[in-house]
């Protein structure tokens, strides 16, 4: 999962009442091409990859082109499961579900969301919704930077638990009760 350390902390509660605050006027859909501009502005922000696995290939601002094929590849590739974030119909982020090829109840999530709705709840929102929905898949893992601790707290709350590590990325998983 990819919250950014640096956030406002919204999730150190166990109140669920707190959930519903940032669900309201939540949704997860798949990308439009009339998304490509949001999607270029969010991911042009060097914070939004701070603490992403791709960190390392991200050189700076994206171009709508380029948005454009992320939406046409996260669409049309048989291998994950992609979709936007909106809040109130605008997109602010992305969860995405790599499905494992070796085990098929398992699959890996990862979810971001811009920097302009970072300390909002959203991604506690968006991931637990998520998962709500998830059919076929029995384990679910995350791969979390060891320095995100917003991230790493997100996921204990949503009930996943250590697995492992290789130093740099923490891995956490879930099972799902398929």
């Known amino acids: 999962g990819w919250v950014p350390a640096g956030c406002v902390d919204d999730i150190l509660t166990d109140d669920k009442a707190a959930l519903p605050r940032a669900s309201h006027g ?3 859909r798949r990308w439009r091409s009339s998304d490509a501009p949001s999607l270029r502005s969010m991911l042009s922000e060097p914070e939004v990859w ?4 791709e960190a390392e290939t991200f050189d700076g601002a994206l171009t709508t082109d380029q948005a454009q094929d992320l939406i046409d590849i ?3 590739a048989n291998h994950h499961d992609v979709r936007a974030v909106t809040w109130f119909g ?4 992305q969860v995405r579900l790599v499905f ?4 098929d109840g ?9 920097k302009a709705n970072w300390g909002q709840g959203i991604a506690r929102a968006a991931v637990a919704h998520y998962l709500s929905d998830l059919s076929d898949v029995s384990t679910v893992f995350v791969r979390i930077h060891k320095d995100n601790a917003a991230s790493l707290t ?3 709350r949503l ?11 923490r891995i956490l998983d879930r099972g799902l009760g398929v």
């Open 154 to 156: 997100l996921a204990h």
């Open 100 to 103: 494992d090829a070796r085990d």
């Open 159 to 169: 009930g996943f638990v250590p697995a492992g590590s290789d130093g740099v990325w």
């Open 26 to 28: 939540l949704a997860l």
């Open 106 to 114: 398992a699959a890996e999530l990862s979810y971001w969301v811009g």
């Open 50 to 53: 701070r603490y992403m696995p």
């Open 74 to 76: 996260s669409n049309k």
């Open 90 to 93: 605008r997109p602010v982020g």
